[in-house]
């Protein structure tokens, strides 16, 4: 069974900058794809970010340039570094777990991720 476990949410000012975290159980960690959403109250949760060992990064539209996602594998860790953060970005943020690599087209795709965390909430004051 495998868990994600975000970490790193908060209140933070506009123009300011979060680094979320996600651990993740399991000894094939590097061998998935990892990816950020995101879901605003009223909204559909969106892609954000996806990392893959042999696709590289991809980055919705809206964060690129802003949002980092890295990954070290030998923590299990994902992290989403956050920088010039406006009220748009306040929203429940959710790693997860890809099933297979992804490409440009799908990466933002929900159905195409297996497990999912619980989320951490980042709200954005102006």
Same mark, same amino acid.
Not at 17 to 27: E, H, K, Q, T, Y
Not at 36 to 49: D, I, L, M, S, Y
């Given at each position: 069974?495998?868990? #994600?476990?975000?970490?790193?949410?908060?209140?933070?000012?506009?123009?300011?900058? #979060?680094? #979320?975290?996600?651990?993740?159980? =399991? *000894?094939?960690?590097?061998?998935?794809?990892?990816?950020?959403? *995101?879901?605003?109250? =009223?909204?559909?949760?969106?892609?954000? $970010?996806?990392?893959?060992?042999?696709? @590289?990064?991809?980055?919705?539209?809206?964060?690129? @340039?802003?949002?980092?996602?890295?990954?070290?594998? $030998?923590?299990?860790?994902?992290? #989403?570094?956050?920088?010039?953060?406006?009220?748009?970005?306040?929203?429940?943020?959710?790693? $997860?777990?890809?099933?297979?690599?992804?490409?440009?087209?799908?990466?933002?795709? *929900?159905?195409?991720?297996?497990?999912? @965390?619980? =989320?951490?909430?980042?709200?954005?004051?102006?």
């Amino acid at each position: 069974q495998v868990q #994600l476990v975000e970490s790193g949410g908060g209140t933070v000012q506009a123009g300011g900058s #979060l680094r #979320l975290s996600c651990a993740a159980s =399991g *000894r094939t960690f590097s061998q998935y794809p990892m990816g950020w959403f *995101r879901q605003a109250p =009223g909204k559909e949760r969106e892609g954000v $970010a996806y990392i893959s060992s042999s696709d @590289g990064t991809y980055y919705s539209n809206s964060v690129k @340039g802003r949002f980092t996602i890295s990954s070290d594998n $030998a923590k299990n860790t994902v992290y #989403l570094q956050m920088n010039s953060l406006n009220s748009e970005d306040t929203a429940v943020y959710y790693c $997860a777990r890809a099933s297979s690599p992804l490409d440009g087209s799908s990466w933002s795709f *929900r159905w195409r991720y297996d497990y999912w @965390g619980q =989320g951490t909430q980042v709200t954005v004051s102006s």
